[in-house]
């Protein structure tokens, strides 16, 4: 029986976290009222949080747009490459330096490499000049490459793969496995709660990363989504006028709306892909794996 002091801190996190969570859900609400509001109606100020003047105009017209759908195609093909080859970095690195010293006597001295390049970088114009000089610019590997050793992610896996219990592994080796088999069939599947949640953060990051497609893609053409959406949102004209558009077709279409169709749109895949993920967060790690 939960005593009333109990229940009313229950009560009060509970109300807490609601409200947290409708703040960050208002302005995604109101983004996609608009998206579906009328122009003239978004104009007037008359949309909050539910459509005025439904419409689907705006969607219709950006899902014509080929420029959109070419960003969309060279996202998702950073975000997979991005993903698989920072995920391989992070397993490969995570894993030696997770030993101890006695195991790999250089373990220190590497990880402070790595840690040094957390506290310290080359600068933007070096790393320009770099992509540059290796000729990735305008190349999807431009947008992959340089980013693709996270640092942060190492460390937290290497922490993840020191807080298992050695014993699994030294079982492992005595049956004749080596490091490649301990860390595929050991490591690797005693890890899917910190893996998955390593491989959310890599995702949301490829996802929304758009200021190196900005500074590394000189045609537009390949632009990332992100970077796309950015520059249709720093420009004020989205929408060009012709003779063949009907003034009803121009009524129920403006640059707010049809930025938040597209706003709305790129941010649906991350929505949709996040719930899958989540759910490795609240798992339990290892679960009577040492037998006493």
Not at 13 to 34: D, G, K, R, W
Not at 143 to 161: C, D, E, G, Q
């Amino acid at each position: 029986m939960e005593s009333i002091p109990r229940k009313v801190f229950l009560g009060f996190n509970y109300t807490f976290f609601i409200l947290i969570s409708l703040l960050c859900l208002f302005p995604l609400i109101h983004v996609l009222a608009v998206s579906f509001s009328s122009s003239d109606a978004v104009t007037a100020g008359l949309v909050k949080f539910w459509p005025v003047e439904f419409t689907t105009r705006s969607y219709e017209y950006m899902l014509n747009k080929p420029e959109f759908f070419q960003s969309m195609v060279i996202t998702v093909q950073r975000v997979i490459l991005g993903t698989v080859f920072g995920l391989l970095l992070c397993l490969t690195i995570a894993y030696p330096l997770s030993k101890e010293v006695k195991a790999f006597r250089l373990r220190t001295y590497y990880a402070w490499f790595f840690v040094f390049t957390i506290l310290f970088n080359g600068g933007l114009i070096p790393g320009y000049m770099v992509v540059r000089n290796l000729g990735l610019l305008d190349s999807i590997w431009a947008l992959i490459l340089p980013s693709a050793v996270n640092v942060f992610n190492i460390l937290l896996m290497l922490n993840f793969f020191r807080a298992l219990p050695k014993e699994l592994e030294e079982s492992a080796f005595i049956d004749g496995a080596g490091h490649w088999t301990a860390l595929w069939r050991i490591y690797l599947p005693l890890s899917l709660p910190s893996f998955a949640t390593i491989t959310l953060f890599t995702i949301v990051y490829h996802w929304n990363s758009w200021f190196d497609g900005l500074i590394f893609m000189n045609k537009p053409e390949n632009y990332p989504l992100s970077t796309y959406l950015q520059n249709i949102i720093m420009s004020g004209n989205l929408i060009n006028i012709t003779s063949s558009q009907s003034l009803e077709q121009l009524k129920d279409i403006s640059d707010r709306t049809a930025k938040a169709a597209q706003i709305f749109i790129g941010t649906l895949p991350i929505l949709i892909v996040y719930p899958f993920l989540q759910r490795f967060f609240i798992h339990g790690i290892v679960l009577g794996s040492v037998k006493e």
